[in-house]
């Protein structure tokens, strides 16, 4: 929506496009795949941690 916005501004000043179309695109699917596969490489590279247990109250030694 904003980017639309953008556009028309762009438009009614007359101001050439930073950058042609295809290139913004493909900028955009670049930062798109950036987005998703550095996560998947650093959970690779460093797990992440295991949750924590909760014992159940009735499991305890001190209960009994």
Known sequence: MVGLLVGIIYAGLRVKSPAP???ALV???GILIGESVFPLIKDRIFP???PARIENKEQTSYNK
């Open 48 to 50: 992440p941690a295991e």
């Open 21 to 23: 179309p295809v290139i």
């Open 27 to 29: 900028g955009l699917l």
